[in-house]
């Protein structure tokens, strides 16, 4: 159980376009669902905590405009990266928090495969 | 600084062969500490989870241990196998009050040669 999975895995596309990440909990609710960033031999880098119903929280440095997320329901979260330039080619990688309302260290997150984005 | 540092910072090792990664942490508070394992390419896996209560978990060939007092965590892989190439993420999470907050080591990067 707990798998998450992201569409598409990899994508290319030219600058300026808009490319749309789509990331699933397939076999749970995830009321939190988290996207991260990650550069060649680099650790994963939070981007944006996505709630359900809500707006995303971003973290310092992050564009909001540039990088839109939509958490329509507790199985779906999207990332568009808006406007793409070659320095937005990275791997990125959605997780969701298996949650509920009583806090455990063992709530943790199931990380997605990962989606290779290269803007040329 | 990253509040999570580790290593080596790459290792190789024979297959067969037993090996230990290190990371220590600055975080503070803790709640817990995991390891995770990431294939090139690919999102991290769970190996373990420990609370600032335990010593040592196992999950198969992978022993983790904690000393909570001199923060530091380490990984120890038995009788490797080619498919343990990978990198090894140590992450700390921090309470938050509720809204949890993951600190990512920058990783180990092992290779297992035949």
């Known amino acids: 159980g707990a798998v998450v999975s992201q569409h598409p895995s990899w994508v290319i596309c030219k600058s300026g376009t808009s490319v749309k990440i789509e990331c699933r909990s397939l076999?749970?609710?995830?009321?939190?669902m988290f996207w991260y960033r990650q550069f060649p031999k680099q650790s994963l880098m939070l981007m944006a905590t996505s709630n359900e119903g809500s707006k995303a929280t971003y973290e310092q440095g992050v564009e909001k405009d540039k990088f839109l997320i939509n958490h329509a329901s507790l199985t779906l979260s999207t990332l568009t990266v808006t406007s793409a330039h070659p320095e937005d080619s990275s791997f990125y990688i959605c997780?969701?928090?298996?949650?509920?309302?009583?806090?455990?260290?063992?709530?943790?997150?199931?990380f997605g495969p990962g989606t290779r984005l290269t803007v040329l | 600084k990253n509040q999570v540092e580790q290593s080596p910072q790459s290792l190789i090792i024979l297959e067969g062969k037993n090996c230990t990664l290190q990371?220590?942490?600055?975080?503070?508070?803790?709640?817990?500490l995991r390891w995770y394992k990431q294939d090139t390419g690919r999102g991290p896996v769970s190996l373990t989870i420990m609370t600032f209560s335990e010593n040592t978990k196992s999950n198969g060939r992978y022993t983790a241990t904690l000393d909570a007092d001199t923060k530091q965590s380490s990984l120890h892989i038995t009788a490797s196998q080619l498919s343990d190439s990978a990198s090894y993420i140590c992450?700390?999470?921090?309470?938050?009050?509720?809204?949890?907050?993951?600190?990512f080591g920058t990783g180990t990067r092992l290779t297992i040669i035949p």
């Open positions: 076999d749970f609710q995830a009321t939190t």
């Open positions: 990371c220590n942490y600055t975080v503070s508070p803790f709640s817990n």
């Open positions: 997780s969701a928090d298996i949650g509920g309302r009583v806090r455990t260290p063992y709530n943790e997150q199931f």
């Open positions: 992450v700390v999470i921090n309470p938050n009050f509720g809204n949890e907050k993951l600190t």
